[in-house]
């Protein structure tokens, strides 16, 4: 059984910093690809940042390039969000995921954790 547990979401003014974690257990983390997700009521799943097995490649949608970065730490099973000039409009629920990714479709991932809010004020 994968189990994937969030933590880091909290309330922020604009243009400050957020760092997001995923622990991950039941599996070795090394042999997955990651991603991060993120929802706002009413509205599809969002693809936000992946990051190949191995940490070489990583990948952002166009909205967060240059203000986030997703990194992770095999040895650790964590996968982390560090997100830099946060703005009201990142506000949502934000999800990690595991599986056969890479990619910017939620079908690419078999295992999802239970999300943890970030919420932006102006």
Do not use: H
Not at 30 to 46: D, I, L, Q
Not at 51 to 73: C, M
Not at 104 to 120: F, H, I, K, L, M
């Amino acid at each position: 059984q994968v189990q994937l547990v969030e933590s880091g979401g909290g309330m922020v003014q604009a243009g400050g910093s957020l760092r997001l974690s995923c622990a991950v257990s039941g599996r070795t983390l090394s042999t997955y690809p990651m991603a991060w997700f993120r929802r706002v009521p009413g509205k599809e799943r969002e693809f936000v940042a992946a990051i190949t097995s191995g940490g070489v490649g990583t990948y952002y949608a166009g909205s967060v390039r240059g203000r986030f970065t997703v990194s992770r730490d095999n040895l650790k099973n964590t996968v982390f969000l560090q997100m830099n000039a946060l703005k009201p409009e990142d506000t949502a629920v934000y999800y990690c995921a595991a599986g056969r990714g890479p990619g910017r479709t939620p079908s690419n991932y078999d295992w999802w954790g239970q999300g943890t809010q970030v919420t932006v004020s102006s």
